[in-house]
């Protein structure tokens, strides 16, 4: 039987004025600067970008704490596990099964439907290490929820973290992508440069065109 899709915690952190204080303040003396703003709709997926250190999942909640943002997360089973897995998800994760068998992009997108605010934060590199394509889950998601995508990154070289553009995804996954690629290579930089992921869809082998 196929283990039911995990949703969001209802007792996940919800930051307040105080929280937002001590992240700014913290955030601050180790010498980071958060940018941009909340976007004026009420549910959207924010990208993680680029996500190459384990440091980078403090920088944005660090960000998510100062914007004052019931941020969730959508992370693999394994980060869920004893003894962690109840500060995860009230941090905000929700675990997510990775074998074909389980259509998690449509369970994420009834379960947006759901509710009427949520807002999303995926990694779309999906791993630390280097690949020649980024993971189109969040992109589907978006498409199927109609809701748009927040380009939101950490860049180690600035020391600076924040909330791009907002733009809904039309349809056509190339031009989209195309759009995200031109916004990252200008405003982003991961902590280890050669573990940042390539921003196009993944090329199907011969076998499969």
Known sequence: MKRRFHRPSRFALRPGRVASWVALRLMSRFGWKIEGAVPDVPKWIGLGVYHTSNWDFLVMLGAALYFRIRAYWIGKESLFRKPFGTLMRWLGGIPIR???????????????????????????????????????????MA?????????????????????????????????????????????AAGRFPALQNEIKVREKPASEG
Not at 126 to 137: E, L, N, P
Not at 150 to 168: M, Q
Request: hydrophobic content about 40%; charged content about 25%; overall charge positive.
């Open 98 to 140: 990775r074998d074909k068998s389980y259509n998690a992009v449509q369970q994420v997108i009834d379960e947006i439907n759901r509710h009427e605010k949520i807002i999303i934060i995926v990694a779309p590199e999906g791993s630390r290490k280097y690949a020649d394509h980024w993971k189109t889950g969040f992109y589907y």
């Open 143 to 187: 498409v199927g929820a109609n809701i748009p995508i927040v380009l939101s990154y950490i860049n180690y070289k600035r020391k600076a973290v924040g909330l791009g553009p907002a733009f809904y995804p039309t349809g056509d996954i190339e031009a989209d992508f195309a759009t995200m690629r031109a916004f990252y290579v200008e405003n």
